[in-house]
């Protein structure tokens, strides 16, 4: 399906608000959208994808559910062109208003003025508005401003990479205004995340005066932070002699606290805030997040689709390790490359499983077949692409995930209810998916093991300890039907989404 023949809705009953995931991202988090509208057979829903560029993005990874009827893609840093320069002077009050919500971000975010000044000034970022998108690029008031704040903050030299910057940072917010004036009726508004998708979600609350809910899995401000620590493209202009090497540049924290700011007033707004498991919820609350409005619903999945699966695996542990998931560099493929060394020197037969897509970072994947070769496993290595997990899992001993960053991986879940153990870096909730949380959950015992991050020993030890000794895999396999089948089956999780729909309806009747 094109672009061009989306389908198209007047009105909808859950709008969904998701930044690069669904339906043209594959992963968990994709996963779990589609597996929420086709759990809600009875509801009408729709889709906003935000992207950063078309050329980013291929074609759909999912076939659209019956039931989702409306569809549209806006992509917030598309190349287009920039209206015509003209002089264009504000209203008087326009910069005044533009100071102080600056103001209140840096000095009082926890005003409660906050969130409702932005919005109002996300109201006014159109051309009938008192800053539009002119008035941004073109007045002189808007560079006065500039300027000043320059003078005031910025401890960067170059002016013009401080310039750039704010350009860069402030024209998403036209485009998603833009988005919210064309987007269907809808009864409930639902984000996936904080970040863009998130102000458009405050947007739309704020415009249609309907219910809004946002539903983290990792929390998006750290995972852009991971992202922004990373990054090549950001500047810093200091000479050597000007740069304290235990601070960030000026550039990386002024991205930093853009996307704090957003997941800030994001929380403001939501009237439920939901994440996948304890921790998150905790640093949702250190991050701003209302006590009373936050709620946890772990993923669940479709129990019956992989309970077969058990009968078809061998009476001893398959010698394959299988990281199920995108070649990606916050799934740390590497390390699991680089354990594999290990593995192999010990236990001959092993074999090191990658099923998951490398289109999304090309280079990366380039660079870890590379490595697979130098350390000479190019025979032990396996990138299979994109596979279909009841076939896969049956043929696995271990699921395993080396990354730096998770939140509840359903990949392990999926495993779990095949009967696989996993081994797992300790990263959101993999910790407690392995030895459960205190009581009846962690008496089941352990379904895996947990090692920190970027250790490939450890997780090589790991494996070993667990695909040598086939008592200890069979008592990990069974803990692991057991915990998934006691705590997160689908049906408990379609049933806490019903009531908080149901709930979201009533309060509008």
């Given at each position: 399906m094109s672009k061009s023949t989306l389908p198209r809705a007047d009105s909808v009953d859950v709008l969904l608000l998701l930044e690069g995931t669904f339906p043209f991202?594959?992963?968990?988090?994709?996963?779990?959208?589609?597996?929420?509208?086709?759990?809600?057979?009875?509801?009408?829903?729709?889709?906003i994808f935000l992207g950063s560029r078309p050329e980013d993005?291929?074609?759909?990874?999912?076939?659209?559910?019956?039931?989702?009827?409306?569809?549209?893609?806006?992509?917030?840093?598309?190349?287009?062109?920039?209206?015509?320069?003209?002089?264009?002077?504000?209203?008087?009050?326009?910069?005044?208003?533009?100071?102080?919500?600056?103001?209140?971000?840096?000095?009082?975010?926890?005003?409660?003025?906050?969130?409702?000044?932005?919005?109002?000034?996300?109201d006014e970022a159109g051309p009938d508005g008192k800053i539009s998108h002119e008035v941004f690029l073109y007045s002189k008031a808007a560079w006065d401003f500039i300027k000043k704040s320059y003078r005031r903050r910025s401890t960067d030299p170059s002016f013009v990479d401080y310039f750039w910057t704010i350009r860069n940072i402030h024209t998403p917010f036209w485009r998603l205004r833009a988005v919210a004036l064309r987007c269907p009726e809808a009864r409930i508004y639902h984000s996936v995340s904080t970040g863009y998708a998130g102000i458009l979600g405050v947007l739309l609350k704020h415009r249609n005066k309907k219910p809004f809910i946002l539903s983290e899995h990792g929390i998006y401000v750290k995972e852009r932070k991971i992202d922004l620590y990373q990054a090549q493209w950001l500047k810093d202009n200091r000479s050597v002699f000007e740069r304290d090497p235990s601070r960030v540049s000026y550039f990386r924290q002024l991205w930093i606290?853009?996307?704090?700011?957003?997941?800030?007033?994001?929380?403001?707004a939501a009237d439920d805030i939901l994440a996948l498991y304890e921790a998150n919820r905790q640093r949702q609350l250190l991050d701003g997040a209302p006590p009373e409005r936050t709620a946890n619903i772990p993923n669940?999945?479709?129990?019956?689709?992989?309970?077969?699966?058990?009968?078809?695996?061998?009476?001893?542990?398959?010698p394959i390790l299988c990281l199920i998931g995108r070649v990606v560099p916050i799934k740390d493929i590497k390390t699991f490359i680089r354990a594999m060394r290990t593995v192999a020197n010990h236990l001959p037969e092993a074999e090191a499983w990658i099923a998951g897509p490398e289109d999304e970072s090309p280079e990366y994947a380039r660079e870890c077949r590379e490595l697979a070769a130098q350390l000479g496993l190019g025979d032990k290595v396996k990138f299979l692409g994109f596979q279909q997990l009841t076939e896969l899992l049956p043929k696995v001993g271990l699921v395993v995930l080396s990354s730096i960053s998770e939140a509840l991986p359903l990949v392990i879940l999926e495993g779990y209810a095949a009967g696989?153990?996993?081994?797992?870096?300790?990263?959101?909730?993999?910790?407690?998916?392995?030895?459960?949380?205190?009581?009846?959950?962690?008496?089941?015992?352990?379904?895996g093991r947990v090692v920190r991050i970027a250790d490939p020993e450890a997780l090589a030890q790991a494996a070993l300890e667990l695909l040598t000794d086939p008592q200890e895999w069979q008592r990990a396999s069974a803990s692991a039907i057991q915990r998934v089948e006691k705590y997160y089956s689908q049906h408990m999780m379609f049933d806490r989404y019903r009531a908080l729909y149901e709930k979201n309806f009533q309060w509008q009747a």
């Open positions: 991202v594959a992963g968990g988090v994709s996963s779990w959208v589609n597996q929420i509208i086709r759990g809600f057979p009875e509801l009408r829903f729709g889709a993005y291929g074609d759909m990874r999912y076939a659209l559910p019956d039931n989702l009827v409306h569809l549209e893609t806006a992509y917030l840093f598309e190349k287009q062109e920039n209206p015509p320069v003209m002089p264009v002077k504000p209203p008087a009050d326009t910069m005044p208003m533009v100071e102080r919500v600056h103001e209140m971000f840096e000095t009082d975010a926890k005003h409660p003025d906050c969130m409702r000044l932005f919005s109002g000034l996300m606290r853009f996307f704090e700011h957003l997941g800030y007033v994001t929380y403001q669940g999945i479709d129990i019956a689709r992989f309970a077969p699966l058990r009968a078809l695996r061998p009476a001893t542990p398959p696989v153990p996993t081994l797992a870096t300790d990263v959101g909730s993999c910790r407690q998916l392995v030895f459960g949380l205190p009581g009846e959950d962690e008496a089941l015992g352990a379904a």
